[in-house]
């Protein structure tokens, strides 16, 4: 198991097949419900094969993929958070996704910028993005908290999509 990082109450790891259950629980409908993935984690096997065939299929090929926030007091996988290179948007994407009892305690925000320090000391990145649908008020102020930058609004797929970015090497970022 591969730790990237920890903060005072998470550990940032790499998933492995162990974390299947988990997976499973945080991607409720719910959870989902703004994320474009809603009915795709339905059983142990989807959540099987989205450890196996993204993320460590993505650790192997990029180095980094999304990473599993553990809660330190009970050594629970709680959800996911970091980085993802998105062929949809052809740049790095900063994304966290958390199982409903953990919402509203600062545990999405703790993680994301504890992976944005992380990155500006050990990877190769500079401009990260970060894209919320624009009613989803809960992670437009995780966002916000990260630092990030208002850089464009569209439609997709019938959402409303806020783009923002970030320089974790202080580069001036694109205008779209």
């Known amino acids: 198991m591969t730790i990237i990082t920890e903060t005072d109450r998470l550990i940032i790891r790499e998933f492995n097949l162990g974390d299947a259950k988990a997976v499973l629980e945080f991607n409720s409908e719910e959870v989902n419900r703004y ?3 809603a009915g795709l984690c339905n ?3 989807d959540a ?7 993320w460590l299929a993505e650790y192997k090929k990029f180095g980094f993929a999304r990473w599993a926030v553990v809660h330190k007091a009970t050594n629970q996988v709680i959800g996911f958070c970091g980085f993802k290179n998105d062929p949809r948007i052809n740049a790095i994407d900063i994304g966290y996704r ?14 994301n910028q ?11 990145l500079d401009i990260v993005y970060g894209e919320v649908v624009d009613v989803n008020l809960g992670s437009v102020n995780i966002i916000k908290k990260l630092g990030m930058t208002f ?3 569209y439609e997709d797929e019938g959402f409303t999509l806020l783009r923002y970015a970030i320089s974790l090497k202080g580069n001036p970022l694109p205008a779209n």
């Open 98 to 111: 958390l199982h409903q009892d953990f919402w509203g305690k600062g545990y999405a925000t703790e993680a």
């Open 43 to 45: 059983t142990l096997k």
């Open 114 to 124: 504890a992976c944005i320090e992380f990155a500006k000391q050990h990877m190769d």
């Open 35 to 37: 994320t474009g993935d």
């Open 151 to 153: 850089i464009r609004q």
């Open 48 to 54: 099987e094969n989205i450890i196996q065939e993204i």
